[in-house]
């Protein structure tokens, strides 16, 4: 038989039509680590006996599984969300007796001064930092955008969650009685105890009746909240301010799905609160909080936690407050946290390596603006503080 060559698009357009269901994996990140090591080791099972091979694929079958109980569980969640919306009548889209779903999640925080035509100096900088903090109500399919600039930011633990969770259910909110809510696994942020003791605040307090927490499993946590609309939009967009940053995320959605959020926003400020020590004196910590993906909160049991590994799985429930008689008294809320703003050092950073970037002279006044503060001694880097202390020294340099 002889074979002729052909090029590789001819080569591609005959594969795609004779064999569609094979193709090439694409890159990808935030993979199940779970699903790669069982692939691996499928892959590499030849020298394994048939019941080892058994014992593999049924393992990984169970994870399969349970990842799509918790998929199907969010599905049917965000599907009777967006029903009790349409329900609604025009006039009743705030405080009705229904239960609405939400979702959040933090993006890959962005940089500006930014442009499409980016040069190549900048590449080797750090502008100035933007984190992005996005909650989405799936019945409206509205997401808010909360852009964070790095001088206001006190990180991005749970005292930031909750305190812009607050605000937007204070704002953006409609009011329902009962609320489902995802996230992700990330412990810092999310699947804590401050976290949890907020929802166990909003029920004890009247400001729902029920919450539920829902998280998928590791690996396996795509969900509503979608930056690739807005970070298409970004790439081919040009910023020099956070209201210029801000007005990207307005104009990447066509029917004003995407609404952004300044924190710093002087009109309509987003605060942040300590949460932790406000809230602590009223409940005790949940123990192995981890190894449960959902938990429920109402108001007619009072600091009680009713907790489950998956979807289908037993319930256990358990009583977080500290004393019967000490309730966290409605209208309250905990001391705003201290906004450390930028050190000194970063300030003339920007001033003296990224102002030059900026071609508007308004954004170069408002995104790197010169310091108030004169220039001070600082460490050179983290390694030259380690060299020095290694030599029983201290290198200083002046920013001249």
């Keep these: 038989m002889k074979y002729r060559s052909v090029s590789v698009r001819t080569f591609k357009r005959q594969w795609h039509d004779y064999s569609p269901n094979i193709v090439v994996t694409k890159p990808c990140t935030d993979l199940c680590q779970k699903c790669q090591e069982y692939a691996g080791k499928i892959s590499n099972s030849g020298n394994l006996s048939e019941e080892e091979k058994q014992l593999l694929l049924n393992q990984y079958n169970i994870h399969v599984q349970l990842a799509k109980e918790q998929r199907d569980y969010y599905r049917e969640q965000v599907k009777l969300s967006k029903q009790n919306y349409m329900d609604l009548p025009d006039a ?14 933090y993006a890959q925080q962005v940089h500006f001064p930014h442009h499409a035509q980016q040069v190549g100096p900048i590449y080797f900088k750090t502008p100035r930092k933007c984190n992005v903090f996005g909650v989405c109500s799936e019945g409206s399919g509205k997401q808010s955008f909360y852009l964070i600039d790095e001088a206001e930011s006190i990180g991005k633990g749970a005292h930031s969650v909750v305190s812009m969770v607050h605000h937007y259910f204070n704002k953006f909110g409609h009011g329902e009685t009962d609320a489902k809510i995802h996230f992700d696994n990330c412990t810092g942020q999310n699947k804590n105890n401050i976290v949890l003791w907020y929802a166990l605040w909003r029920v004890m307090t009247g400001l729902h009746k029920s919450i539920e927490y829902s998280m998928m499993i590791a690996g396996h946590t795509k969900f509503e909240p979608d930056w690739a609309v807005w970070k298409l939009h970004w790439r081919n967009s040009a910023a020099e301010t956070l209201s210029e940053v801000a007005e990207t995320v307005t104009r990447s959605s066509r029917n ?5 959020q300044v924190v710093g926003n002087i009109q309509d400020p987003v605060m942040f609160y300590e949460w932790k020590p406000y809230l602590q004196q009223y409940f005790k910590t949940l123990k192995h909080i981890t190894d449960y993906h959902h938990f429920y909160m109402d108001s007619q ?3 009680v936690v009713t907790c489950r590994e998956n979807a289908s799985s037993e319930s256990y429930s358990f009583n977080l407050l500290k004393c019967k008689t000490k309730t966290p008294p409605g209208g309250e809320l905990p001391q705003p946290s201290n906004m450390k703003g930028l050190e000194p050092a970063r300030q003339w950073y920007l001033y003296e390596q990224i102002r030059q970037h900026c071609y508007s002279d308004s954004a170069k006044n408002i ?3 010169k310091p108030l503060v004169p220039k001070k001694e600082i460490d050179l880097t983290q390694q030259d503080q380690h060299n020095a202390k290694s030599n029983g020294g201290r290198k200083k340099a002046l920013l001249n």
């Design 367 to 369: 995104t790197c603006p």
């Design 301 to 303: 049991h009072q600091g």
């Design 92 to 105: 009743l889209k705030q405080s009705v007796q229904t239960t609405l779903h939400y979702s959040w999640d």
């Design 256 to 260: 004003g799905h995407n609404i952004p």
